[in-house]
């Protein structure tokens, strides 16, 4: 027997449990936000940047990496601390540094980039790169965020070749986390 009550606890303990926080290091490793990428991102997730340095992280276009997007979110130039950003959706979010010249450099973040991360990599600095298609290269695994695990990926891959830090998938810790309080809360109602 499952109560109404019991069931909107499980909901909000689900809830809970599936919004994932990512760290993404800003200049600790040069002129590069590491990882360079996330992917499988969801509604209600966290990106948190740490900076290090003094740097940005200023939403873009994928067309228009190292311009503002209108309306778009922008932490200002920080030499230190974390400015936390909250996705709405699971649509891509193009992120750059807007110090100097560090986008020309290479200086940008994406947020489920799909494919496009060559590209949008290859369009800051400057450069063109035609579409490579959706195959899907390697699995590029190491992450250095804390909350990263290679497992649980749909093999998408960031897009091998570009020489890009390891795109950081998904956690499959929360979800395990919740069976586990799922069954500790029915373990009680049982009793
Ligand atoms: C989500 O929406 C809020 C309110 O419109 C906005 O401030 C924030 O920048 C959005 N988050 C992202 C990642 O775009």
């Not at 290859?122 to 695990?149: F, K, L």
């Not at 998938?169 to 009680?188: D, E, I, K, M, Q």
Request: some cysteine; overall charge negative; aromatic content about 6%.
């Amino acid at each position: 027997m499952v109560s109404p009550s019991l069931l909107s606890i499980l909901a909000a303990v689900a809830a809970v449990a599936r919004a994932a926080n990512y760290d993404v290091n800003v200049g600790a490793d040069g002129l590069n936000f590491t990882p360079a990428s996330v992917s499988d991102a969801v509604q209600g997730d966290t990106i948190t940047f740490r900076f290090s340095g003094m740097h940005s992280a200023s939403e873009s276009t994928l067309t228009d990496p190292c311009t503002k997007k209108s309306g778009g979110f922008d932490s200002g130039q920080l030499t230190g601390g974390t400015y936390q950003v909250t996705l709405n959706s699971t649509d891509p979010v193009w992120v750059y540094c807007n110090v100097g010249g560090h986008c020309r450099a290479g200086m940008v973040f994406a947020v489920n980039p799909g494919s496009n991360l060559a590209a949008f990599q290859a369009a800051a600095q400057g450069q063109t790169v035609s579409s490579t298609g959706s195959t899907g290269g390697s699995s590029t695994g190491s992450a250095s965020s804390a909350h990263t695990s290679s497992t649980g990926s749909s093999g998408g891959g960031s897009g091998g070749g570009y020489g890009s830090p390891g795109a950081a998938s998904r956690s499959s810790s929360s979800s395990s986390a919740f069976w586990v309080l799922a069954g500790t809360l029915l373990g009680v109602a049982a009793l």
